[in-house]
């Protein structure tokens, strides 16, 4: 499947092509970008990784309704019952975190920026987090269940100190239905007994968006800033002044590096054993500064990624600066129960996961998922 869409730029029009290659039943993509012909940049991204024990033989049907997918924040440290933020404990269902906290903005009177939450939790399901509002000096003692907030229940609330800010809660509980299994369940139950051992700390598919369409746009973005010696004069020293939704898009194409990055140690068969002078096997979020890698990942990191220097070399005058994320994942209280067998067995799992981690990088070891993907989400 083909599809061609036109970016507008001043005076000119050009097509930037998008193949889609479906494989399976499940909504694998591959992209293709060509930009303008001033700025041509060619990019493929294909969002299959090679799997830590084998292509799964068993396949389920993934998120038919809302409930087959629960997320529950572990925030990890107690509200203080005291300070000018509101804190409201969220239930949603089928709704997204953005727009639930642009709704809570309305709802008060303030500006975005005053509210805050710990990360983005999946739209097509039900999930329960915090959000916190700055309201100094005008706290309400209680809250009734405000009535904009379409699709939602607000459970709790509560006041603390400060705002809350991304990636600051512990982590997530998950509880999945995956419904009419098909294939050898042993095989699924022993990969089942395999996963608790740890999987490939892989960035979800959700990072990346629509048909990759958030790495798309990373690539326009970071060809636009490009990298000549006049654009490192201008920004040298400081930080590039960026959008948030540029935010989103940075963030997928440091999510696209670390994956190529864990994709060569999972066809190494190191992704989980340390190399010379490592620590923990741990991968790279480009940006600013020095690399903590040692040595010999410094030498097989710039491998994988020599013919991304562009995006490298641009990501570094992001104002973003250089971390490492572990390579491996290892889920923590994982049960699992069949919920009916026979020709349509169902089972349901539940598992946690630290902050930044993705259910879906386990699953995808389990079973072959087959999405109602509608809204394109995995």
């Not at 969220?90 to 975005?112: H, I, S």
């Not at 009535?147 to 982590?171: D, M, N, T, W, Y």
Request: charged share 20%; net charge positive; proline share 5%.
């Amino acid at each position: 499947m083909r599809i061609s869409l036109c970016t507008l730029s001043p005076g000119k029009c050009e097509q930037q092509p998008f193949i889609f290659a479906l494989r399976g039943v499940g909504c694998k993509l591959a992209a293709t970008q060509t930009l303008p012909r001033d700025n041509m940049n060619i990019r493929q991204f294909s969002l299959e990784f090679p799997y830590a024990i084998a292509p799964p033989s068993v396949s389920a049907l993934f998120r038919s309704v809302p409930e087959d997918f629960q997320v529950t924040e572990q925030l990890g440290f107690e509200l203080l019952d005291e300070g000018e933020h509101l804190c409201l404990y969220v239930e949603k269902r089928g709704q997204n975190t953005r727009w639930v906290a642009g709704l809570l903005a309305k709802y008060f009177g303030v500006d975005d920026m005053a509210v805050g939450h710990c990360g983005m939790k999946d739209r097509h399901a039900v999930t329960r987090q915090w959000f916190s509002v700055h309201l100094p000096g005008k706290l309400p003692e209680s809250l009734e269940q405000p009535s904009i907030l379409e699709g939602c229940q607000v459970l709790a609330q509560r006041r603390h100190p400060k705002k809350l800010r991304r990636g600051q809660h512990a982590g997530n509980q998950f509880v999945i239905r995956l419904r009419q299994i098909e294939g050898d369940v042993s095989v699924l139950e022993h990969s089942l007994q395999q996963v608790v051992n740890g999987v490939p700390n892989y960035f979800g598919e959700q990072r990346f968006g629509w048909a990759a369409g958030n790495l798309v746009e990373a690539n326009r973005l970071l060809s636009v800033w490009g990298d000549t010696s006049a654009n490192r004069k201008q920004h040298s020293g400081r930080r590039r002044q960026r959008s948030p939704i540029d935010g989103i898009y940075l963030s997928a194409a440091r999510a696209y590096l670390f994956n190529l990055v864990l994709a060569e140690r999972v066809r190494l068969g190191n992704w989980k054993t340390i190399m010379a002078g490592e620590a923990v096997p741990e991968g790279p979020l480009w940006g600013r500064g020095r690399s903590a890698a040692p040595h010999s990942v410094q030498l097989l990191e710039d491998q994988v990624l020599s013919s991304w220097g562009d995006w490298t070399n641009s990501l570094e005058y992001s104002g973003l600066q250089q971390e490492r994320r572990s390579l491996l994942l290892t889920p923590s209280n994982m049960q699992y129960r069949w919920l009916n067998r026979g020709d349509h067995a169902d089972l349901e799992l539940s598992f946690e996961l630290p902050s930044g981690c993705f259910a879906t990088s386990v699953l995808r070891e389990l079973v072959t998922l087959r999405p109602i993907c509608g809204d394109g989400a995995i």
